[in-house]
């Protein structure tokens, strides 16, 4: 399934049915039983500041970040900037608290079907942590661990690796859903090495399948140019939803799987016992030393006896960011960020910190958050970046007592001035005395003072020594602001 929306830490993501994202979209939102518009809520507010029933995607297609209201379901409707629908979507809910009620209530209502009544939504899981859109183009390297965390999802580790990334794509070539998750161009430095995909299901649609016989069964392929063996293994956690504390319950025979072929894999289990706890499931390939190859998983689905589930988006986490902190992908860095590059930036998505005045309109999250602090533009279209050329920064001395002039600090560009960031410091030498050794020699009418301490002496000036400024050893780099 393509994630319509998806949410990078802070924000969500509005995007149509191909994955594109919409600038300038809106998504509307209603109560699912009645129809009627519903409010959204400001995020950590509590439910107590509202968004209203519409929320508008910015020019990057970023939503405010928005709460939906516990225990309310509500039906979602997608426009984009030309006011053309896109797409609808109900039963989405919050973070519920009844959510194990839920899942008792579905399980029930698909067994009173009976087994023989076709596929169904019974198991679910959280969508694929991966890189949604590298905006920084810096590519998003593989882990040699699992992100630890109690999310549902789907996670990767390669071991050995020297290079390679995680991704989710959107391609309908590979099965009927059009997503998959990928390591893409891996290369592994070790014969022992593993590239492996895990599939995380939480406690809920653990008790879901706990004591019945399951199938799990994905498609994978690979193109490393040779066959190398995989396998399935079907773990428990030992502790509700700890996905780091993990159980084998059984394992596949390992099968040779030849470079370009697409094949479907089938973990078969009796009875995988008590797995209330939560489950994963890992797709193992042992690659061993590989050079820019892919490995491609999609169409995970896990049956109970006829009843199936093909793996998708979790409607119960669209309100919380399913992300591990060890998955943090470069498209994430806040606007404001400062960076420091040996040379150039590496991309469009890096200004260039030289003073100079960029449009409001081209950089409105920018703008949004330094406003006018270094300057006011031309007052109406344009506004400041900070000007750190040639200078050395220095952190706000926030009332340590080190920095002594800090309350005669100049100008940052909007009158602010004293110990506030971006005010500036002229260079300056310490005030200072040096002592030496003097005499007085008088000879006939003559007589010379060697010492300078009398104010009837003549000064004498010795000759210069030293550069133009008093500094540090030092390198340069160019200072760059993320958009």
């Not at 592994?188 to 090495?193: R, V």
């Not at 050329?389 to 602010?416: C, E, I, L, N, Q």
């Amino acid at each position: 399934m393509i994630p319509r929306m998806d949410n990078p830490i802070n924000g969500y993501l509005l995007r149509d049915k191909r994955g594109a994202l919409l600038p300038g979209g809106r998504l509307e939102f209603f109560d699912s039983v009645t129809d009627e518009p519903e409010n959204v809520w400001d995020a950590g507010s509590g439910q107590t500041v509202s968004l209203g029933e519409v929320v508008y995607a910015d020019a990057y297609g970023l939503l405010p970040d928005f709460e939906l209201t516990p225990n309310q379901d509500y039906k979602l409707r997608c426009y984009n900037s030309d006011g053309d629908f896109m797409w609808d979507r109900d039963g989405v809910a919050n973070n519920v608290s009844d959510l194990l009620e839920r899942v008792e209530a579905l399980e029930s209502a698909v067994a009173a079907l009976g087994e023989d009544s076709g596929p169904k939504n019974l198991l679910t899981n959280g969508s694929c942590k991966a890189v949604r859109e590298d905006r920084l183009q810096l590519g998003f390297g593989v882990q040699p661990d699992f992100a630890e965390g109690g999310l549902a999802g789907v996670f990767a580790k390669v071991t050995n690796a020297t290079g390679g990334t995680f991704i989710r794509v959107l391609d309908s070539g590979f099965g009927s859903t059009g997503v998959h998750a990928q390591l893409d161009n891996v290369t592994t430095d070790n014969s022992g090495a593993l590239a492996e995909l895990q599939w995380r299901m939480p406690s809920g649609d653990g008790a879901a399948i706990s004591g019945d016989a399951v199938v799990f069964t994905v498609k994978a392929s690979q193109n490393s140019g040779s066959a190398m063996n995989a396998h399935l293994t079907l773990y428990k956690c030992l502790t509700n939803d700890d996905f780091s504390n993990l159980v084998e319950v059984s394992a596949s025979t390992p099968v040779s799987l030849g470079s370009g072929a697409t094949q479907e894999l089938s973990l078969a289990v009796e009875n995988p016992g008590d797995v209330s706890t939560g489950v994963a499931c890992v797709l193992t390939f042992t690659c061993g030393i590989v050079s820019n190859t892919n490995f491609i998983a999609g169409e995970a689905q896990l049956e109970r006896g006829l009843v199936g589930t093909q793996f998708e988006d979790r409607p119960q986490l669209i309100d919380q960011a399913a992300w591990s902190q060890a998955y943090l992908t470069p498209d994430l860095l806040p606007e404001g960020l400062l960076g420091e590059f040996p040379l150039g930036a590496p991309n469009s998505y890096w200004l260039r910190c030289n003073g100079q005045a960029v449009s409001r309109t081209a950089y409105p999250r920018l703008f949004a958050y330094l406003g006018v602090a270094y300057g006011n533009g031309d007052a109406s279209t344009t506004f400041n970046l900070p000007d750190y050329r040639g200078y050395t920064k220095r952190d706000t001395d926030d009332g340590a007592g080190v920095d002594p002039d800090a309350a005669s600090r100049t100008d940052r560009g909007d009158g602010t001035t004293g110990d506030a960031v971006g005010t500036k410091q002229q260079d300056e030498l310490k005030s200072h005395s040096h002592t030496f050794a003097s005499n007085t020699a008088t000879g006939g009418t003559n007589s010379v003072n060697t010492k300078l301490n009398n104010t009837n002496d003549s000064p004498t000036t010795t000759n210069a020594t030293g550069g133009a400024e008093t500094r540090m050893k030092n390198i340069n780099v160019n200072t760059y602001i993320h958009i």
